[in-house]
């Protein structure tokens, strides 16, 4: 049975790979349907307003995964059953950005932008892992890896009062 209906955002992976930006993209579109309580602790939602929740939580699932939760019809039940199942990307994700972290280079880069990019991404992963990277880490983090030819720029940058990283 093929999906029809256009989705607001990617459907939860079976993997569970996107479960991080999917839980915030649920997030926020239940609260813009005025249907976040309906995912919450001792909730009153009324029976209408879980179905609602119900239904456009499973739209939002990977065909493979709908039919493991397909008896639930308790949206807080549900989002704590993926929760459970889907929940372990932090356990994850933090090695694997702390290893990108230490691997960033800016000489391995042929445009500015493609490093800032790495940069944010990578800080990115970390901010949510819980790791705290300033901007200080992340311009120190740009000078120490200019290439040896350009070692006067770096000195010229690292003396300098840039404030953001933002190049």
Avoid at 11 to 35: C, F, K, M, P, R
Avoid at 39 to 65: C, G, M
């Amino acid at each position: 049975m093929a999906n029809i209906e256009k989705l607001q955002f990617p459907a939860l992976d079976i993997t569970g790979a996107n479960y991080i930006s999917w839980t915030t993209n649920v997030e926020l579109h239940l609260e813009s349907l005025a249907l976040s309580e309906t995912i919450k602790e001792n909730n009153k939602s009324t029976a209408q307003e879980k179905a609602k929740s119900v239904i456009f939580l499973r739209r939002h699932l990977d065909e493979s995964i709908i039919y493991d939760y397909a008896h639930m019809r308790d949206p807080k039940e549900l989002w704590k059953s993926l929760k459970d199942r889907f929940d372990h990307q932090k356990d994850i994700t933090l090695p694997l950005a702390r290893d990108e972290w230490q691997s960033l280079r800016f000489q391995d880069f042929d445009k500015v932008i493609n490093y800032n990019s790495a940069v944010l991404g990578t800080v990115a992963k970390l901010r949510y892992c819980g790791e705290t990277i300033t901007e200080a880490q992340m311009l120190e983090k740009t000078y120490t890896t200019f290439h040896k030819d350009h070692i006067t720029l770096q000195q010229q940058y690292s003396c300098g009062d840039t404030p953001n990283f933002l190049i």
